[in-house]
């Protein structure tokens, strides 16, 4: 891992761009700095404005009682008390927990496999083809994945249908109004979990993979299995660390699937999830300075995720360069 | 000096763009009669279903109606301009969106809102009370001296004050609902005539059932458990209410509101031991509504109920009139179709059904709020005036018969024939109390969600009224000591009333 042009390790120039940068004469032509400056302060002004403000104010929110409208009022940490006794917040963490780990197992394994069988396709046009068909469904909006999701749950939906022609009617049943199924209702939603960009990053990363490597592996007598555990995962890892960050915070922030499939997280509690619920006392119950409260709690979580990850969950890529050289 | 051209075009492109007026669009070029060159701030309006564009019941043309008034009510008023935006709806049903848009003073300046919700913010100031003009004449309307007495059902109208006493809405229209069901699909069911009983109604959905059919669907959502408690209740406690009744209504809605419980007096009523594990009438409500719910579909959260009735699949669909412009102009209906009403509950089912037929739960449809908008942008006074407008018979006849899903509620404004069944339901006494609106905030829904897991099998009966009670009592709680619940205010009229309305619940212990 030496950059062969230079003394230093590549690692040392990717850690020091700016070093770089301001060393680099500007180009003929271009813009004055003033011009660049200008136009950078309108994006940097809005993030300020519409990202950084509110986060701000709702870090100092979270400890104050706060009626949408009205005058918050300084409580210190009450709301945070509150949340580690709210029975239904508690309820929340569990259905994460456990729609956390479903999903993590299904939208980090079957893109990989899928992904595999695709770098094992001998003809570059199916392996174009199949990459085409699964980046397709990405222009389906979200939404409207969620709502015909709901469909194929419902009575008339493809689900019942399906089973009745079966002759499994025993099995229909109210998949997202039946307190023992929901969530796993809603956790099935995107079968067969085989997402485009997810499927698209594992294959970067195993199109990648040096055929030196593939080719060693093979003179060295490693069966097919053999190669994707010993090669093809290790070599992934980078690629599979980024799906996790990215998965783990789609799970933790996200509640539109929820809601638009059961709308306040019922029957009950059973599909309430943490950011559902911070919605609903945000705008329903208008405990803003509540919701504010979970909203931090759940930063906090990903901070300490994401920080943890990246502390301990390494890859050789950025080890430091006398250990990989 | 050409590699910065599209800097400095961009750049000009900016400040220009920055410079011109924001969201200008034709709607908002000057009226006619108005001085030149002048910017007019147009009132922004929300009519619900009557907003231009809106296509009722997802059938038909888009309606036009209230763009063709507000254009002849600009030429009444030169310089003045009507602006229609849709508020958006939220799935949750509280107008989220519309509270950033109320905090921010942005919200459009008239809009449609249910009062119950609306009732929960108006200490915020962001409705404008209409008491003061609706004793002022409507000058649309010839002869009238007070705006109020242009109104049909003046009662319905005024059964929308706020808990603080005040009137933030008008009501221009009603809806209500029924048992739409389909005359061939039951004959073939062997069904030949709707149920007169709870009874009746049982058997015929049993064997119903047997054929593998399900006989009944309601409207959105589980509202059908909503509007089945509400409709339960005054069948199961209507021998009391009287006695219950610690606190008439008002004079001005004693002809709608009858033996209404306010939340208040339900709080009360509480304290007391009723709609408790001990109140024998509340056990019975909920034990009927479970059983009812085994004849609806599996998915209650399925949200097209009303194709399962249209498509043929089921029977019968609880649902309100909004239903009616579908029904009236779906060229590809097959089925020949009627309008019933929920069957009286006798002492067959429960002992203590009284008998009396089902009242009903509709009542006010649109109801137009003012908003903190109109006097942030100080077009208070033509706000009133153009809802005035709007509020002609004229006016109103022409939304409702374009919109054909409501019954206006203008006195000289005519109805859509198709309409007529559900002005007869509507005929009927008004429920003794709808459950959920008189609950605020988070205990609506808890109950909501809890009803939701009691009727799909989630609890038991018992680990349900536990559950409303403990529910009840934090609300009771929460809200006692507020100025508007006065309970110490109700204690004499228990005590009159105490020897009777005690037994009620020591009989079950």
Redesign the interface.
């Known amino acids: 891992m030496i950059d062969r042009n230079s003394d230093q390790p590549m690692h040392e120039h990717a850690l020091s761009p700016t070093r770089s940068l301001r060393r680099r004469k500007r180009p003929p ?1 271009s ?1 004055p700095l003033a ?1 660049i400056y ?2 950078l302060f ?1 994006p940097l002004g809005f993030l300020f404005v519409f990202n950084y403000i509110p986060a701000v104010s709702a870090l100092y929110h979270a400890f104050t009682d706060w009626d ?3 005058q918050s009022h300084w409580v210190g940490l009450k709301n945070f008390f509150e949340l580690s006794r709210d029975p239904v917040f508690l309820q929340s963490l569990y259905n994460l927990l456990r729609l956390g780990i479903f999903v993590l197992v299904a939208n980090l394994s079957v893109p990989f496999i899928v992904a595999e069988m695709i770098f094992h396709l001998r003809s570059e046009q199916w392996r174009f083809a199949c990459r085409a068909a699964l980046v397709l469904p990405m222009v389906v909006p979200g939404v409207v994945t969620f709502m015909i999701w ?2 194929i ?5 493809i689900l019942t249908e399906l089973l009745t022609f079966l002759g499994l009617q025993d099995w ?8 023992k199924t929901a969530l796993w209702a809603v956790a099935c939603v995107g079968f067969p979990f085989a997402y485009g960009v997810n499927v698209l990053i594992y294959y970067a990363g195993l199109a990648n993979i040096s055929s030196d490597v593939l080719e060693a592996a093979e003179v060295d007598g490693l069966g097919k299995v053999g190669r994707i555990f010993l090669i093809h995962v290790p070599l992934v890892l980078q690629q599979f660390r980024l799906l996790l960050i990215m998965t783990v915070i789609g799970i933790v922030n996200g509640f539109e699937g929820v ?12 599909t309430l999830v943490p950011g559902l619920y911070m ?2 006392n945000g ?4 405990r803003m300075g509540y919701a504010c409260a979970i909203g931090l709690l759940m930063l906090l979580f990903l901070l300490c995720f994401t920080l943890t990850l990246n502390r301990y969950f390494l890859t050789e890529k950025y080890q430091p360069a006398r250990e990989t050289v | 000096m050409l ?2 051209l599209p ?1 400095i075009l ?2 000009s492109n ?1 400040i220009l763009s920055g410079c011109g007026e924001s969201g200008k669009s034709e709607n908002s070029k000057p009226a006619p009669g108005s001085a030149p060159g002048s910017t007019i701030r147009p009132i922004k309006v929300d009519l619900n279903v009557y907003t231009p564009g809106t296509i009722p019941s997802g059938i038909g043309k888009p309606v036009e109606q209230a763009d063709h008034l507000a254009h002849e009510w600009e030429e009444l008023h030169p310089g003045k301009k009507i602006l229609y935006q849709q508020v958006v709806s939220t ?2 049903g ?1 107008g ?1 969106w519309l ?2 848009q ?2 921010g003073g942005i919200a459009p300046e008239i809009i449609h809102q249910n009062a119950e919700i609306a009732w ?2 108006v200490d ?1 100031g ?1 409705y404008i009370p209409l008491d003061e003009y609706m004793e002022k004449p409507n000058p649309y309307i010839p002869g009238n001296q007070r705006w109020i007495e242009s109104f049909k059902n003046q009662d319905l109208v005024n059964a929308k004050k706020a808990p603080d006493g005040k009137l933030y809405c008008i009501s221009i229209d009603i809806v209500e609902t029924g048992l739409y069901y389909n005359k061939d699909m039951l004959r073939s069911l062997g069904v030949d005539s709707m149920p007169r009983t709870w009874t009746e109604m049982e058997t015929q959905f049993k064997k119903i059932r047997e054929q593998g059919v ?1 006989p009944m669907t309601t409207a959105i ?1 589980g509202l059908g458990s909503d509007w089945g408690q509400d409709i339960l209740f005054e069948m199961i406690y209507h021998d009391i209410l009287p006695d219950m009744d610690l606190v008439p209504s008002s004079a001005d809605s004693v002809g709608y509101l009858g033996h209404y419980l306010e939340p208040r007096e339900a709080g009360y009523l509480f304290t007391k031991g009723f709609f408790t594990r001990r109140d024998p009438r509340w056990r019975e409500m909920n034990r009927i509504l479970y059983e009812w719910r085994q004849h609806w ?8 109920t009303a ?2 009735f249209l ?1 043929g ?1 089921i029977p019968i669909l609880w649902d309100s009139s909004f239903l009616i412009r579908r029904l009236a102009t779906d060229p590809y209906l097959n089925f020949e179709w009627g309008v019933a009403y929920i069957p009286t509950l006798t002492t067959e089912t429960c002992r203590y059904a009284s008998g009396t037929p089902a009242t009903v739960i509709g009542g006010a449809a649109i109801q137009l709020h003012i908003t903190n908008s109109a006097r942030i942008n100080n077009n208070l006074e033509d706000c009133i005036d153009f809802l005035m407008y709007l509020s002609t018979p004229q006016a109103v006849e022409r939304l409702a018969s374009e919109a054909l899903i409501f019954i206006p509620n203008i006195k000289g404004a005519e109805m859509s024939p198709e309409l007529k069944p559900f002005d007869e339901i509507f005929q009927r006494r008004y429920c003794a109390i709808k459950w959920l609106e008189s609950m605020s ?2 205990y609506k ?1 808890q109950w ?3 009803l ?2 009691y009727l ?4 038991s009966l018992d680990e349900f009224l536990k559950v409303l009670e403990d529910n009840f009592r934090a609300w009771v709680e929460e809200h006692r000591n507020e100025p508007g619940w006065d309970f110490a205010g109700m204690d004499p009229v228990w005590q009159e009333h105490k020897d009777r309305l005690q037994k009620e619940i020591e009989q079950s212990l």
């Open positions: 032509g813009p011009v200008a136009l309108l949408v409208g009205a709901r469909y749950y419902s009575d008339a939906g229909v049943r109210g998949w997202l109004s039946q307190p809601f638009i499939l059961t709308e306040d997280g019922g029957p009950g509690y059973e919605y609903q705008f329903t119950y208008q | 590699t910065r800097i961009l750049i900016l799935g949750g509280e989220e509270k950033t109320l905090i929960q913010d915020k962001w399900t959502m579909p599996m998915e209650l959260k399925n949200s097209d194709r399962l498509t699949r905030g988070q829904k909501r969600r809890m939701d897991l799909n099998d989630g609890m």
